[in-house]
């Protein structure tokens, strides 16, 4: 690793910090704040020399996309009820950070979904559990899936019904109905499938 300034080191040990009293790292905003930068840029050039010199490590795409070296083991968040529209990983659906890693699931998992309603039953899987989800577009018959239909994310098993040219979205309870998709619908979009399930009661 390189060396840091001052400043750097100041950063760092707040995003260490932040991250130990709350579960997750800070965004960009909660670092302005804390130093009084003028603008979130001023953290984010900090964030962006801290990652080039090897002290964390930042994703894209998310706000709180920050990752210190000494937490490698990419705890996954915990996501809760998903807005119509926008996407799971948006920071408002993260509950909080839990203390598992992705890489105790394979392929890996990149975070978990808290199971809402009671259409999988059957399968084990009951309102409040912990879906484990590995992000992926693609999915094979039989796999339980994590689903967007239209604006509502869904748990289902994913078949393929060739004859028909359609997607099934089926419920592993009794007392509820098959969903039915042309597989050409822009409507339906697989987000991940289920590599595994922890049953969390808080």
């Known amino acids: 690793m390189k060396s840091i300034t001052k400043r750097q080191a100041e950063v760092l040990d707040f995003i260490r910090t932040y991250r130990q009293d709350n579960g997750y790292p800070p965004t960009r905003r909660n670092i302005t704040d804390e130093f009084g930068f003028r603008s979130p840029n001023a953290a984010e050039e900090h964030l962006r020399a801290l990652d080039r010199k090897g002290f964390i490590q930042l994703q894209r795409n ?16 915990i996501i809760g009820r998903v807005a119509a529209g926008s996407p799971i990983l948006a920071e408002e659906h993260v509950e909080r950070e839990s203390l598992v890693s992705g890489g105790m699931f394979d392929p890996h998992a990149d975070y978990l979904l808290r199971v809402q309603g009671e259409s ?15 992000k992926t577009h693609e999915a094979h018959d039989n ?30 309870n009794k007392e509820y109905q098959t969903i039915k998709v042309n597989e050409s619908s822009p409507a339906l979009q697989i987000e991940g499938i289920s590599v595994g399930l922890i049953r969390m009661r808080l």
Not at 123 to 132: K, P, R
């Open 62 to 77: 998310t706000s709180r996309g920050i990752i210190l070296k000494d937490f490698q083991k990419e705890y996954l968040p």
């Open 120 to 134: 999988m039953i059957e399968a084990g899987i009951f309102d409040g559990d912990l879906v484990a989800v590995h």
């Open 143 to 172: 796999q339980i899936v994590v689903a967007r239909l239209e604006e509502e994310v869904t748990v289902k098993r994913f078949k393929r019904d060739h004859e028909n040219r359609e997607i099934h979205l089926v419920p592993a």
